[in-house]
C-alpha cells in the first residue's frame, strides 16, 4: 500500500490527466484531501439543492399529478442509486476512482445545466396552471428533455456515490496509527461538510428555487458544478492513485460462468485428479491462507482447468421511509399553511431540514456523551451493535409512518371542513415525522453503510459504496411498485383511488403510511429473527490469529472508521452468515 511518504507516480495504472517527472511534495495526505473535500461539498451543495426540490419543481412546473409524478421521483431515485454498481465496476476495473468521479461530476454538470434550461426556456414546459384551473400535460419532447436531463445527473450520482469516499480514504496509509487517525478526521470533516453543503442546499438555494426564480435557483448548482470540477482537477498532482484491481462483480460472473460450462465435470473427494486455477497473488505472500469454505462446491468446477490456454484468458424495508418523506412529505407541505407572518411562505423543501438537524443531534450525542460517558463509567469503549442500532432504526421507521398518517388524517379532515385546497393545519406540524425519518438515516443508515463496509477488504470500497446505494435503490422500486399497486387495487369499480391526483384532499394517504409502517413491522420481525443467527466474520477466523485480531479490534474500535489490519483480517474469516 501506497503511504503519505511515498512519492507521486502512475504506475499504479491510473493517473491525473497530465504527468509530472517528480511533485516537489509527496502525494496524499490531507494535501490531497482538501481538493477532495472542496469538489465534494461543492457537489453535494449543488446535487442536493435539486434532489430536496424536484418533487415541488415537477409539480408546479411539469404539473404532474400523483402516481406519475411519484413514479418519476421514485425512479430517478432508485435508478441514481442502481448506476452506482455500474460506477464501482467501471471505477475498479477500468477507470480507477479518480476518472470515474471526474466523468461524473461532468455528466452532473451537464444534466444540471440542461435543467437549468427547462427553468429559462418556456417551450421546454408546459403552460403553467393554479389547482382550480385544467393542467396541461407536457409532451413527450417536453418530457424527453426533461427525462435526458435527469439521466445525465442520475449517470453523474452513480459514478460520483461509490468513488469520492473510498477515493479520499485511499489518500491515508491505514496500516499505521497516524493513517487511522487521518481517516477518522477525514470522515468527520466530510460529514461536517456534506452537512454544511446540504443546509445551504435546503436553506437559501431552495427558497430562491420556491421564492424568486427557479433560473436562478438552478444556474447555483450549476456554477457549484463548475467549481467542483475546477477544485478536483487543481488539485490533481497531489493525489495517490491505487492500482486497478478489477471489479468483483466481473469476478463472480465469470466465475458462474465458468461453473455452469463445465457443469458436467465431476468433483469427488479426490481432486488430485483436476488441476485448478490458483493464481498466487502479490497481496497472498502476505497473509495467511483462509479457512476452507465447504458451502458452494459447484462455483469449484470454475478453477477446473479444461483447457491451458484459460490461464491465459481468466480475469436492500426502513428505507422506504425517506422515499415517502421526499414525495408525499413535500406533497403534504403544499397543501398546509405554510405562512409565517404576512409575507413570509416556508418552502415545503425546507422541511427535510428536520431531518438534517436530528441526524446531526443523534450524531452529536452518541460521539460527544454516550460514548465518552460510557467509557468514563466502564473503563472501557462501549458501543451499541451494529444489530442494535439497525434494528432502533427500523422502529424508527415505523413510528415515523404511524405519526405521518394521524398527521395526513388531521390535514385532509381539517382542509375538506374547511372546503380549500390547503388545510388550515400548519407546516410545522410535519416536523416530527421528518425528524424520525431522520433518526432512521441516523441509526440504520449508517450502521449499513458500516456493515458492509467492515466486511469488504480496502480494495474493495467503491463494493461497499455500490451495495449501500444498491439497497436505496431496490427501495425506490419498491416505492414505487407498491405505489401503483395500491393505486390499481384502490381504484377498481370505479371508486377513487387512494393515492393519485392533482389534490391529496381527495386521497387515503393516511392509509398507505399505515400500510408502510405496517410492512415496517414485518421487516423488523424478520431483521430480528435472521439478526440474531448473525456470526460476525472475526468470529470465524483461526484461534491462533485471535491474538492478533484482538489488538486490531481493540485500535480500530477508537474511531467509527474500521481500520485497514481489521478489514484484511475480516477478508480472511470469510466463512461467515450475513444479514
Known amino acids: 500500500m501506497e503511504t503519505e511518504s511515498h512519492s507521486h507516480s502512475n504506475t499504479d495504472g491510473q493517473g491525473p490527466l497530465s504527468l509530472e517527472s517528480e511533485p516537489k511534495k509527496p502525494a496524499g495526505g490531507w494535501r490531497a484531501v482538501k481538493y477532495i473535500l472542496g469538489n465534494e461539498s461543492f457537489e453535494k451543495l449543488a446535487s442536493m439543492s435539486l434532489v430536496s426540490n424536484i418533487t415541488l419543481y415537477l409539480r408546479t412546473k411539469y404539473n404532474m399529478n400523483g ?17 452506482s454498481i455500474a460506477g464501482a465496476i467501471v471505477s475498479d476495473a477500468y477507470l480507477g476512482r479518480f476518472l470515474t468521479l471526474l466523468i461524473g461530476t461532468i455528466c452532473a454538470l451537464l444534466g444540471m445545466g440542461c435543467m437549468t434550461l427547462t427553468a429559462s426556456i418556456p417551450q421546454l414546459r408546459p403552460q403553467e396552471c393554479n389547482e382550480q384551473s385544467l393542467c396541461t400535460e407536457p409532451h413527450k419532447l417536453q418530457l424527453g428533455f426533461l427525462f435526458a436531463a435527469l439521466g445525465l ?131 497472498d505472500l502476505e497473509m495467511p491462507k483462509p479457512m476452507k469454505v465447504k458451502r458452494f462446491n459447484c462455483l469449484d468446477k470454475a478453477a477446473v482447468i479444461t483447457d491451458p490456454g484459460e490461464l491465459d484468458a481468466q480475469g436492500i424495508g426502513c428505507f422506504l421511509v425517506m422515499d ?87 390535514r385532509r379532515e381539517q382542509a375538506i371542513k374547511q372546503g380549500s385546497f390547503t388545510s388550515p393545519v400548519h407546516i410545522l406540524v410535519l416536523i416530527p415525522q421528518f425528524f424520525l425519518a431522520g433518526l432512521t438515516e441516523a441509526f440504520a443508515a449508517v450502521a449499513i453503510m458500516e456493515f458492509v463496509t467492515v466486511q469488504m477488504p480496502e480494495s474493495m470500497r467503491s463494493i461497499a459504496g455500490s451495495i ?54 414485518i421487516n423488523l420481525i424478520y431483521f430480528t429473527f435472521f439478526s440474531s443467527n448473525y456470526v460476525p466474520s472475526s468470529k470465524a477466523i483461526k484461534v491462533s490469529e485471535e491474538s492478533q485480531l484482538e489488538n486490531s479490534v481493540n485500535q480500530s474500535e477508537a474511531r467509527d472508521v474500521p481500520s485497514n489490519e481489521m478489514m484484511q483480517d475480516e477478508e480472511r474469516g470469510l466463512d461467515s452468515k450475513t444479514i
Open 153 to 283: 445527473i442520475a449517470i453523474g450520482a452513480g459514478c460520483i456515490r461509490p468513488c469520492n469516499i473510498a477515493f479520499g480514504a485511499d489518500q491515508f496509509d491505514t496500516t499505521t496509527e497516524k493513517g487511522r487517525s487521518q481517516l477518522e478526521s477525514f470522515f468527520n470533516w466530510w460529514y461536517l461538510l456534506f452537512t454544511v453543503a446540504l443546509l445551504i442546499a435546503l436553506t437559501g438555494v431552495v427558497y430562491i428555487q420556491t421564492n424568486i426564480s427557479w433560473t436562478i435557483g438552478f444556474a447555483i448548482p450549476t456554477a457549484c458544478f463548475v467549481v467542483s470540477v475546477t477544485i478536483f482537477l487543481i488539485g490533481q498532482h497531489t493525489y495517490i492513485y491505487k492500482r486497478i484491481q478489477g471489479s468483483v462483480f466481473i469476478d463472480m460472473a465469470k466465475v458462474i460462468a465458468a461453473s455452469f460450462r463445465k457443469r458436467k465435470i465431476k468433483l469427488g473427494s479426490d481432486d488430485n485428479q483436476h488441476s485448478f486455477y490458483d493464481p498466487v497473488q502479490e497481496q
Open 67 to 83: 402516481i406519475l409524478l411519484v413514479n418519476v421521483v421514485t425512479i430517478w431515485f432508485g435508478s441514481s442509486n442502481l448506476l
Open 324 to 410: 415517502q418523506l421526499s414525495t408525499f412529505g413535500v406533497l403534504q407541505a403544499i397543501q398546509m399553511n405554510r405562512s409565517v407572518g404576512n409575507h413570509f411562505k416556508i418552502p415545503p423543501a425546507w422541511m427535510t431540514i428536520s431531518s438534517m438537524i436530528a441526524l446531526s443531534i443523534w450524531i452529536y450525542v452518541y460521539e460527544g456523551i454516550y460514548i465518552p460517558t460510557a467509557k468514563k463509567i466502564l473503563k472501557r469503549r462501549s458501543s451499541l451493535t451494529l444489530q442494535q442500532r439497525i434494528g432502533i432504526g427500523i422502529v424508527m421507521s415505523i413510528l415515523c409512518m404511524v405519526v405521518a398518517g394521524v398527521v395526513e388524517k388531521r
Open 468 to 521: 449501500f446505494f444498491l439497497s436505496l435503490s431496490i427501495a425506490s422500486y419498491l416505492s414505487s411498485l407498491i405505489v401503483n399497486v395500491i393505486h390499481s387495487i384502490t381504484g377498481r369499480n370505479g371508486k377513487l383511488p387512494w393515492l393519485g391526483g392533482h389534490d391529496l384532499n381527495k386521497n387515503r394517504l393516511d392509509y398507505y403510511y399505515y400500510i408502510i409502517a405496517t410492512l415496517g413491522a
